[in-house]
């Protein structure tokens, strides 16, 4: 799960974006960890969220995340 979670936070900090799709998030980790499966991607996720390191936000027809570092407001773009 630990290397699941840094993958992620290097595609969070790497990306051109502040905030990202989980679909992107999944790609740039399986690229990573091949044998990583969605659901443990989703966990990972969620573990970051509570751990307050990212952030979840729903822009009413599509989730997304972000580095609550990187995301100046909860505020869709």
Do not use: H, W
């Amino acid at each position: 799960m630990e290397e699941i979670k840094k993958a992620i936070l290097e595609f969070a900090n790497a990306s051109k974006k502040t905030r990202f799709y989980f679909k992107d998030m999944e790609k740039a980790v399986q690229e990573k960890i091949p044998t990583a499966k969605a659901r443990e991607i989703k966990k990972a996720a969620s573990e970051l969220i509570n751990e307050g390191t990212l952030i979840y936000f729903s822009t009413g027809s599509t989730t997304m995340y972000g580095l609550k570092d990187r995301c100046a407001s909860d505020e869709p773009q």
